[in-house]
């Protein structure tokens, strides 16, 4: 905007003094949106927490105010119900608890409401410079949502705990207070209430801030021997019997427990010789960490450092349970990727990690446990030891190489704006950003297709039922109605029934991923454009499962259809077996068997470049509808609705990012991107 005002002299000028305007309305109102998402989000949390029955909400907190808690047991604080925190943590934190029993768990569950916020305002301020003005105004309300989006809030709030408050004393120390021993004074009283958390203690003298490290060597021994001199029984249980709390509370093996402890037990490791080996490789991750956190601190990215710290003492710790992982979090401010299309990929598998379950983010395969098992740990310990984050030194700190996108193309309709997100980028897309997402919406899809309505429950068989009498009815009108003769023609013929059993069991997920996979690798500006196809049509889906449960033929009683694939159905049993807890037995309609099996022999046909290739691509929805049909799974119009959502997909992706021809030809004729500079 400076070129242009010098010239073009006024015109130029208030030209760009609109313009600015603008962006800053756009600014302020995305704040605004950002904030009422905060808000939202915080909400739905706290009515979820008070909601829950009495005695099912804030279950650890009843470890201080229930009739067996700390506060009424005369005893040792471990005589109590699960208590496992220091013997610091249960003198200082009677008072808060005290009153937090006094009214009811309101207090206490807005108390950490505003802790989270304040960990969440620091976090944003702690950003390295230099910060654009946008992210300057958007980081707070974003890193408040991320907060309250986490597992570790989530089970922090609902369970009431005290976790929050060593993450935001560290953040205190070494973000907001003035001077070194007042920093030392906060680190040292966090690392009392948790005390894996003197690990920085080396993070400090390391970098130059030896007060602050000594201070916070002087409190954690000032509190410790405090609560030793006061409770001197509960104190040698702790540190002597229990080696630092480990043992208390739930078994260290749980998964919950997110330690390298409590990973190699599940390995089936134990004895000295798990102990030893927890012991060396627990000092060379903290070696290893911090040398990486005193390069990051010296490079100015000091909330990366401390996030690296905090990793490093979850993995180090002898139990590092769901509500204390927070620094996972944290380290999503790492900047990972020397191209654009790479920066998002460590930013979204932390965000996933740290806010989904681990059995959406892989699938439920005997393999996998280990990795699906530990999946924060390995977060962690991946933060802690090896993730290549960035130097602002780096050129591509601020001057990633840029993502191609291919020049813009107007939709045929002029009143349908192109959507930014769906830009025609030509570059191949992260290949494990990639499946990350797309094993996380195959999760979310299978979730919100398995909680349609129209399950096992008698009113939801009824309603099913009566569609698919609907739907059958139409058929006899229409004389579509030929799913009777297949099915019993083909059961009759052994090697047909057979045949298309398999193709139906089989060649559903196969042949689509498949098909992606092809395209990722040699055509990957097709790749995108069928993507969003294929979603589109997955989504409209969706809405028909949740819309119109369905009864395939199959599942209809009275009609005398035979399931070749699963057998004969106890129909004086509501759930037919163990497949309605699997799966939706009434999501058939619209048939996404057929629409997937179409939207492959579209893409082949499409793109293929030989005749025998378009001719099996062509097949394959002919194959899947005759099986559809044959094995009793589907009828006839269910997979006239696959045909119809396939169509749409396709048509909204042409609407929203234009024609797939100009993207390939586009493809073509753009040279390899050099690298640009981005001006912060």
């Known amino acids: 905007m400076a070129n242009a005002d010098h010239r073009g002299g006024r015109p130029a000028e208030g030209f760009g003094a609109t313009a600015a305007g603008g962006d800053r309305l756009r600014l302020r109102v995305a ?330 983010i892989l699938p439920n395969m005997a393999s996998l446990n280990p990795v699906r098992g530990n999946v924060v740990l390995l977060a962690a310990l991946a933060a802690a030891t090896a993730v290549p984050f960035l130097s602002r030194a780096s050129p591509a700190w601020r001057s990633p190489l840029p993502t191609a996108h291919a020049p813009a193309v107007p939709s045929r309709f002029r009143h349908v704006p192109l959507l930014p997100f769906l830009r025609r980028v030509l570059a191949r897309p992260n290949l494990l950003l990639e499946l990350l997402l797309l094993r996380v919406t195959y999760a979310a899809y299978s979730q919100v297709r398995l909680a349609a309505t129209g399950g096992s429950n008698s009113a939801g068989r009824a309603e099913a039922e009566e569609h698919g009498m609907q739907i059958y009815d139409l058929e006899r009108t229409l004389r579509l109605d030929v799913e009777h003769w297949i099915n019993h023609t083909v059961a009759g013929i052994g090697w047909l029934r057979e045949f298309l059993d398999q193709y139906y069991t089989s060649f559903h997920f196969i042949v689509p991923l498949a098909v992606l996979a092809v395209l990722y690798w040699r055509r990957p500006a ?17 809405a028909g499962f949740w819309l119109y449960p369905l009864a395939p033929p199959r599942l209809m009683p009275t009609l005398g259809f035979i399931d070749t694939v699963h057998g004969v159905q106890d129909f004086s049993r509501p759930d037919y077996g163990t497949l309605t807890h699997l799966t939706n037995q009434y999501a058939a309609m619209p048939s996404l068997h057929f629409g997937w099996a179409l939207w492959c022999g579209v893409i082949i046909a499409v793109l293929a470049s030989r005749w025998w290739m378009k001719v099996l691509g062509l097949l394959h929805p002919l194959l899947t509808g005759v099986s559809i049909v044959a094995t009793g799974n589907h009828w006839v119009l269910d997979a006239a609705g696959g045909a119809v959502v396939v169509a749409a997909g396709f048509g909204l992706t042409y609407l929203l990012s234009g024609p797939r021809a100009a993207t390939a030809a586009a493809a073509e004729r753009e040279p390899v991107p050099a690298r640009k500079t981005v001006r912060g």
Not at 88 to 106: C, D, H, M, N, Y
Not at 526 to 542: K, Q, V
């Open 526 to 542: 097709d790749y995108r454009w069928a993507r969003s196809a294929l979603g589109f049509a997955t989504l409209l889906a969706l």
């Open 31 to 360: 704040r605004a949106g950002l904030w009422l998402i905060a808000a939202v989000l915080a909400a739905r949390q706290v009515a979820a927490v008070l909601a829950t029955p009495r005695g099912e909400r804030l279950t650890d907190l009843e470890t201080w105010v229930g009739p067996n808690g700390v506060l009424h047991v005369n005893g040792s604080l471990y005589d109590s119900t699960r208590f496992t925190g220091t013997p610091f943590g249960g003198l200082v934190l009677k008072p808060l608890t005290r009153s937090a029993e006094q009214t009811l768990g309101w207090g206490w569950t807005f108390g950490t409401l505003l802790l989270v916020v304040a960990l969440g305002l620091i976090a944003a301020r702690a950003l390295p410079s230099p910060v654009s003005r946008r992210t300057a105004l958007l980081a707070a309300p974003v890193a408040v949502s991320l907060l309250m989006l986490s597992l570790p809030v989530r089970s922090t709030l609902s369970l009431g705990q005290t976790s929050i408050i060593p993450v935001l004393l560290v953040l205190l120390g070494c973000f907001t207070a003035r001077g070194q021993r007042t920093s030392g004074l906060l680190i040292g009283l966090a690392a009392a209430l948790q005390p894996t958390l003197l690990l920085f203690t080396p993070l400090l003298w390391c970098t130059g801030r030896r007060r602050a490290a000594l201070a916070t060597g002087v409190t954690f021994a000032a509190g410790t021997g405090l609560a030793w001199a006061a409770m001197p029984h509960d104190s040698s249980r702790y540190w002597v019997h229990h080696l630092a709390g480990a043992g208390l509370g739930g078994r260290a093996d749980d998964l919950a427990n997110q330690s390298l402890h409590g990973a190699l037990l599940r390995l089936g490791l134990n004895g000295p010789l798990e102990i030893a080996l927890f012991l060396t490789l627990g000092a060379a991750v903290a070696v290893l960490a911090l040398r990486r956190a005193v390069r990051y601190f010296g490079d100015g990215q000091l909330l990366l450092a401390v996030a690296i710290t905090g990793c490093a003492a979850i993995v180090v710790s002898p139990t590092a349970w769901e509500h204390q992982l927070l620094w996972v979090l944290l380290a999503i401010v790492g900047r990972v990727g020397r191209r654009a299309s790479d920066r998002y990929v460590w930013p979204v598998a932390v965000v996933v990690v740290m806010t989904l379950p681990a059995t959406m």
